[in-house]
């Protein structure tokens, strides 16, 4: 995994977003505040905010390409195939299907609030989809994310509401370790019952997830304020929460939070021996344990590592989106960080563009249900299409080979044995 | 008031109600079964029994409102239901042994495309995206046995347990037997078990492994539609969003309590129905429901780990024992002989 990220073509790509970028700031700044003069323009902060908002869209696709190569268009062709499958859903199911899909394919960029949503929901997606791809590497089915979101958000939660007297600048910090710690613990323990006790990590996740979010809404019902006529934490309070950093949307300096995690999880991943061997155990647990490698204290804190960046999530949700604790506040963010992780197929630096690629998708949903009344889980049928499409590897040969005669026993490779997850119930 | 809660979990009421909850977790277990003894671990149990409850109460509600006959509804959406579930399964079937997709991954596709796909199409059906109230569905008929009453003794008891359980709930006692009956007793059903045994040697055999295998998905589909079907239209009348609440996870952990047994896997099932029911008991005390919802997580947790670790001791003693039989048998043969395994 040597390259170097500076090729013509890269730099070329950064330079470009970087152009586009600056006239898209300069309009969406223009629309927000009315500004008659480019001087007056560029002297707002709000201008430089989203202008570094959009350099960082581009820097994340430029990365996606240099990572993949042209196989970045062999997955966005995955992503179109089943944007199209789920378009001929649309036409049987809805009255009015091209509008629909306008709306889904073209809202999130018509007002600055749904462009905020959709980068807010990427940020959100791209912890998860790290988190994802930290087990997926090791071969590990672990979806212990949504408990540990959940948990990560409780933790955070409780510091932000609880926590007074401290200098400043250091309650945040504080309410964000609180909540990695959490994920981390959380994931500890389906690490260890899967690493020393065998117990498939696949279902003890789901069930800690179920528990998870019982806990949280005994949490929740506990701090909830007496006035409050439904299920919700009172407001953190101003040093608690991430400052926002352009006005009309919900996004805040916690950008640098979510930069500062996929560069720590890539080099964790690709430049230390705990990411070498996490890899290892991926390509080949058997190889990884006659090389030497404890694999079960391994795989025990891949799982416990990938919690800490879930309980991250957990942290920006209560902190900087919500800026308080409300009822579902994961909603199922974890299986969308499947998907995520598959199209950046477990690669670190591919995560942030496919993020924003499936946060599009999801911030056009809303639009469209409200704007189209389809649906909106006519998007999650879509990702269940991409996930189909994309692990099926063999879909592009199923259609090109077309053998003269189906031998009645298939070969061997069936079983696939380096293939097949290691299923044991 | 711990007396009084024991006292209430003895009575042939709450055994009742055991039944009722452990249908939902029985059907899917029996699924999950027949899909593990193939080698074909079957994660879209979930996702297949929202298809199933939702087209059941679907097509249960237009046959009903065209015919006026709600006994006859409710079977022809029986019938809707497990076909739609049996070609969810099938989709699953085809992706991973046609088109060689990752079993899991597609399983859990599999349970997106039923959670979401119900809503999606309820939403257009009935514009309301929670449930389907909207909708007067039919309810599958309960199975009246007033002659237990007439045992001596036991009589009134076994009436309270059994004499009005819904139908759905005797297939699922019944499909233990036939289950057991199928793998044990006849020829495909050996074949099939012998396809997750061993699919290299079966296949070497002339056993179509990929036909078995199919089958074996397909079967599962059914059993995890009537577990489906129950839900939307014996324990409730009508199709809530998600409402089969990780039932499907749950019934990917009790085969492995069960030791892959048809009928180890219906006692862990009642297990797990006895801590469902026992978490609804609580609920009616002041303990928030919460507490009570764990407890059936909690236990497919334990019970995942005492299995797993029986499991693991059971092969360390058949390896003990091969080893022996090996050394004795090996005097005469290399050293290194015995070594391979």
């Known amino acids: ?425 | 008031m711990i007396q009084n809660i024991l006292s209430s979990i003895f009575s042939a009421v709450f055994l009742g109600s055991i039944l009722r909850v452990v249908t939902p977790i029985l059907l899917p277990s029996l699924g999950a079964l027949i899909s593990n003894r193939a080698g074909v671990v079957n994660v879209g149990l979930e996702g297949i029994m929202l298809t199933a409850a939702f087209t059941g109460v679907v097509v249960g509600a237009a046959v009903l409102s065209s015919s006026g006959d709600s006994i006859f509804a409710a079977w022809v959406g029986l019938f809707g239901g497990v076909i739609a579930g049996i070609v969810m399964a099938l989709l699953l079937a085809f992706f991973h042994l046609q088109l060689n997709g990752d079993l899991v991954l597609g399983g859990l596709a599999i349970n997106i495309l039923g959670s979401a796909g119900t809503v999606a199409v309820m939403t257009q059906l009935t514009g309301d995206r929670s449930n389907t109230s909207k909708l007067v569905s039919p309810t599958m008929p309960s199975v009246n046995l007033p002659f237990l009453k007439a045992i001596p003794l036991i009589g009134d008891f076994l009436y309270t347990v059994f004499g009005n359980q819904n139908v759905v709930t005797w297939i699922a006692l019944l499909s233990v037997g036939v289950l057991w009956f199928f793998l044990y007793r006849t020829p495909t059903g050996r074949h099939l078990r012998a396809v997750g045994e061993n699919p290299d040697a079966t296949a070497s055999v002339g056993i179509n492994v990929r036909r078995m295998r199919y089958l074996a998905l397909a079967l599962s589909g059914l059993f995890a539609s009537f577990g489906g079907i129950h839900l939307s239209m014996g324990y409730l009348t009508l199709f809530q969003r998600d409402m089969t609440a990780g039932r499907g996870f749950i019934a990917l952990a009790t085969p492995a309590l069960g030791n892959n047994q048809p009928l180890g896997t219906a006692l862990a099932s009642l297990f797990f129905g006895f801590a469902d029911a026992l978490g609804i008991r609580f609920g009616t005390l002041q303990i928030p429901p919460e507490y009570a919802q764990m407890i059936p997580y909690a236990a497919t947790i334990i019970a995942l780990v005492i299995n797993s670790v029986s499991r693991r001791r059971a092969a360390v003693a058949r390896a003990r024992q091969f080893r022996e039989t090996q050394s004795a048998a090996s005097t005469s043969l290399p050293p290194n002989a015995s070594t391979s395994r």
Do not use: H
């Open chain 1, 1 to 425: 995994m040597s390259y170097s990220i500076l090729t013509p073509r890269n730099v070329a790509l950064i330079a470009l977003s970087g152009l586009l970028s600056i006239i898209l700031a300069f309009v969406i700044t223009v629309i927000i505040t009315n500004q008659p003069t480019i001087e007056a323009v560029i002297a707002l902060p709000v201008f430089w905010n989203t202008f570094a908002v959009n350099l960082l869209i581009g820097v994340s696709l430029t990365l996606f390409i240099a990572e993949n190569g042209w196989g970045a268009l062999r997955i966005l062709l995955t992503v179109l195939l089943a944007l199209l499958i789920g378009f001929v859903i649309m036409v049987i199911i809805s009255k009015d299907p091209v509008n629909a899909y306008r709306a889904l394919l073209t809202g999130p960029l018509t007002r600055i609030n749904r462009w905020g949503n959709w980068i807010e929901d990427a940020l959100s997606l791209t912890l998860v989809g790290l988190a994802i791809s930290i087990v997926f590497r090791a071969r590990l089915f672990s979806l212990g994310a949504e408990g540990q979101i959940y948990l990560g958000a409780s933790a955070a939660g409780l510091v932000a509401l609880n926590v007074r007297d401290l200098p400043v600048g250091l309650l945040i910090p504080l309410a964000v370790t609180a909540a990695c710690l959490v994920g981390f613990l959380w994931g500890l323990l389906p690490g260890a019952l899967r690493a020393y006790l065998d117990a498939n990590e696949l279902v003890s996740t789901l069930m800690l997830n179920e528990i998870a979010t019982r806990i949280y809404s005994l949490i929740l019902a506990s701090i909830k304020p007496a006035s409050a006529g439904y299920m919700v934490s009172a407001t953190f309070a101003a040093d608690a929460v991430f400052p926002r950093i352009i006005t009309g949307t919900r996004l805040s300096t916690a950008i640098l939070f979510v930069i500062v995690a996929v560069i720590l999880t890539w080099v964790f991943i690709q430049r230390t021996p705990f990411g070498y061997q996490i890899r290892m155990i991926g390509a080949n647990p058997n190889f990884a344990r006659y090389g030497g490698i404890n694999t079960r204290r391994t795989i025990m804190l891949t799982m416990a590592v990938s919690g800490i960046v879930a309980g991250l999530v957990g942290a920006y949700l209560a902190l900087s989106v919500n800026q308080k604790l409300i009822l579902g506040i994961s909603g199922g963010l974890a299986f969308e960080g499947i998907v995520v992780a598959l199209l950046a197929r477990n690669n670190v630096l591919a995560v942030p563009a496919m993020a924003l690629l499936y946060a599009y998708l999801r911030a056009g949903a809303v639009i469209m249900q409200s704007e189209a009344n389809v649906s909106l889980e006519i998007v999650r049928v879509i990702q269940a299409i991409i996930i189909l499409l994309v692990t099926a590897d063999a879909v592009i040969n199923f259609m090109r080979v077309r053998r003269p005669t189906t031998p009645s026993n298939p070969p061997p490779r069936v079983t696939q044995a380096g293939q097949e997850p290691s299923v044991t119930l």
